[in-house]
């Protein structure tokens, strides 16, 4: 069945950087566009850009734009979400997620199980 | 950037009761463009409805929504013990992809 696995927990210093990976199984990787949501612990889901698997081409949210890099392998099947120079208020859980375009439709689906990265000294 | 306003922030109803969740958008927004999830504690977003008002696969059909242009509604006939979640709207009409700040399903 088409799934997203996302790699465990981090946790990380401020002013340090942060990858998470997203691997794809059930469907052609490179024939739909990933994106990533945020959710701080206990409020609610902030999107923060996509990447086009199969030219790599990006589109951030201007709110993390010169901080988040997206990225992928296609060999593997694999996305990338690296965040740098990070905060304490980036604590959260990073979830990717696939887009689905039916005609003028989308949707989000399915959606990885979520990567919690914590931020503290 | 399209801001979407659920309301309300927490509903309380039994199990049996029907509920009605609102989102209102900033602008006019696509019946297309506008999808419904539900979250519970410890788990990704599952989608429940896409254009607005299509139920996604394996959704009962206790689950339904329907709205156009800036006003949107999930309304869930019958409540079942598994529906007391968090649901959010989200919009795809423009970018940023924005969803709603959430409303929350408790138990009576």
């Known amino acids: 069945q088409v799934q997203l696995v996302q790699s465990g927990a981090e946790v990380k210093k401020p002013g340090a950087s942060v990858k998470v990976s997203c691997k794809a199984s059930?469907?052609?990787?490179?024939?739909?566009?990933l994106h990533w949501v945020r959710q701080v612990p206990g409020q609610g889901l902030e999107w923060m850009g996509w990447?086009?698997?199969?030219?790599?081409?990006?589109i951030y949210a201007q709110k993390f734009q010169g901080r988040v890099t997206l990225t992928r392998d296609t060999s593997i099947n694999t996305a990338y979400m690296e965040l740098s120079s990070l905060r304490s208020d980036d604590t959260a859980v990073y979830y990717c997620?696939?887009?689905?375009?039916?005609?003028?439709?989308?949707?989000?689906?399915?959606w990885g199980q979520g990567t919690l990265v914590t931020v503290s000294s | 950037e399209i801001v979407l306003t659920q309301s309300p922030g927490t509903l309380s109803l039994s199990p049996g009761e029907r509920a009605t969740l609102s989102c209102r958008a900033s602008?006019?927004?696509?019946?297309?463009?506008l999808a419904w999830y539900q979250q519970k504690p410890g788990q990704a977003p599952r989608l429940l409805i896409y254009?607005?008002?299509i139920r996604a696969t394996g959704i009962p059909d206790r689950f339904s929504g329907s709205g156009s242009g800036t006003d949107f509604s999930l309304t869930i006939s019958r409540l079942e013990p598994e529906d007391f979640a968090v649901y959010y709207c989200?919009?795809?009409?423009?970018?940023?992809?924005?969803f709603g700040q959430g409303t929350k399903l408790n138990i009576k």
């Open positions: 997620v696939r887009i689905q375009l039916l005609g003028l439709l989308k949707r989000f689906d399915p």
């Open positions: 059930g469907y052609t990787f490179t024939g739909y566009y």
């Open positions: 990447i086009n698997p199969n030219t790599g081409g990006t």
């Open positions: 602008q006019s927004v696509s019946s297309n463009s």
């Open positions: 254009g607005a008002s």
């Open positions: 989200q919009q795809f009409h423009n970018s940023p992809f924005t």
